[in-house]
């Protein structure tokens, strides 16, 4: 499943976007909406973006897990090394080391995502705060050029900002550079 990014410019624009989209097949559900107007959002009942896509609270997630995944490693090796529990501690203290700093790193990693504007929504931040509406339309295999036509031809005004693939990777910048270096 792709996700499809839209600016449009007003909220009548977007009821009309919204309207269109499900008049081609796209459900509800696979259409939210970034704005700094949540009232009028709900007046014209548009599906406001969730709190997992506006804030980076999985992404930070992955990678404290990763961070104390890897620190609980050294820990335990630093254990191993150093016997500061005596010659033979068994096994579990170790396996017990790594699984607590893997998840304080899962802890920290989401507090601090929290607390964090989503980075793929971070570049439409200034776009959202003048006014304008971020759609983030959740396509279907086999409906991404339907909707694509479809906004083209019935809403100009609108803007097609990136296109994206609805997977949580917390790497996966590296990967996004790398192709769009390919397309060039």
């Not at 600016?7 to 796209?26: F, R």
């Not at 150093?82 to 607590?100: A, I, M, N, Q, R």
């Not at 906004?151 to 994206?164: F, I, K, L």
Request: charge should be positive; include cysteine; proline fraction near 4%.
């Amino acid at each position: 499943m792709k996700c499809m990014y839209y600016l449009a410019p007003s909220l009548v624009s977007s009821q009309k976007i919204s309207d269109d989209l499900h008049d081609i097949g796209i459900a509800d559900w696979l259409i939210h909406v970034v704005s700094k107007d949540e009232a009028g959002l709900k007046k014209e009942q548009l599906h406001s973006s969730n709190w997992f896509e506006t804030h980076d609270l999985i992404r930070d997630g992955f990678i404290g897990a990763n961070l104390g995944f890897i620190a609980g490693v050294l820990l335990a090796g630093a254990i191993m090394l150093f016997k500061p529990f005596g010659d033979d501690p068994p096994g579990v203290v170790y396996f017990f080391v790594v699984v607590v700093a893997t998840l304080f790193g899962a802890w920290v990693g989401g507090l601090i995502g929290m607390d964090s504007e989503n980075r793929k929504i971070r570049r439409f931040h200034d776009d959202i705060e003048a006014g304008k509406y971020l759609f983030l339309i959740y396509a279907p295999k086999g409906h991404g050029e339907k909707i694509k036509e479809m906004m083209g031809q019935r809403h100009p005004e609108a803007r097609h900002v990136a296109t994206d693939r609805h997977f949580i990777n917390p790497f996966s910048r590296v990967r996004r550079r790398r192709r769009a270096a390919e397309q060039r």
